[in-house]
């Protein structure tokens, strides 16, 4: 399985999510989104490709970065895609399967809602594909039946994207769902509880976004 880390121009956010994606994609095709590279360097990670407008990179590190082989995908400002999404595109476009993002989350609310919807891109759909930051993991849910994997003790949290999401039935978590439907609004996905080092996600229609947090949110 082919894997892809992608690091986007957001915080860090340094913990154990993000530390199990390091250990698991030594040898992960590695893609900056910008700014992201230096995300990139917090974790000591080489680039082997920067893609965006690089609007939010210094000359010197720009350079920096095609001395030390990465390739540079320059992008005109005036463009429809972020650079994160531009980065996903490539990511998909290489075969990738796996594909973890890190950086995606920081002090723009309006950034972090689109890094979390562009997960939803057609060309991602198929692949395991998630949004990792401290102690969090993001992922979206389409039709069908899903295993989760984490700690007896975690939190999870089921938000419906878009609209209604039928059929959901869950199992080994605290508060059961039975072919039920959650709409958009209501929260009453939040802060189920992993009974086991498993669990399960079933829906009939709609897409769900999935929030993992390990230990008690």
């Not at 080489?46 to 609007?55: N, T």
């Not at 390739?71 to 531009?86: H, Q, S, W």
């Not at 998630?130 to 989760?148: Q, S, Y």
Request: include cysteine; hydrophobic fraction near 40%; proline fraction near 4%.
């Amino acid at each position: 399985m082919k894997r892809c880390l992608i690091f986007a121009n957001g915080e860090p956010n340094d913990g154990p999510m993000v530390r199990d994606v390091l250990e698991k994609a030594a040898d992960a095709l590695t893609i900056a989104a910008d700014g992201g590279a230096r995300v990139a360097w917090y974790f000591g990670r080489h680039v082997d490709v920067v893609i965006g407008d690089m609007d939010s990179l210094t000359d010197a590190e720009l350079q920096q970065l095609v001395s030390s082989g990465a390739d540079v995908e320059r992008y005109p400002p005036a463009k429809d895609e972020t650079d994160l999404e531009l980065a996903l595109l490539h990511a998909a476009k290489s075969g990738a399967e796996w594909i973890r993002i890190i950086g995606g989350l920081g002090d723009r609310f309006d950034q972090t809602l689109a890094n979390v919807y562009l997960m939803a891109l057609p060309q991602l759909e198929g692949r395991d594909l998630a949004l990792v930051a401290a102690k969090e993991r993001l992922c979206l849910l389409r039709p069908g039946t899903h295993t989760l994997h984490g700690q007896i003790g975690d939190t999870l949290s089921l938000i419906p994207l878009g609209g209604a999401v039928t059929g959901i039935t869950t199992g080994r978590l605290k508060y059961p769902l039975k072919d039920e439907t959650l709409y958009f609004g209501p929260a009453r996905g939040i802060s189920n509880v992993f009974l086991d080092t498993t669990a399960q996600v079933q829906l009939n229609s709609g897409v769900l976004l999935v929030v993992h947090t390990r230990g008690r949110a």
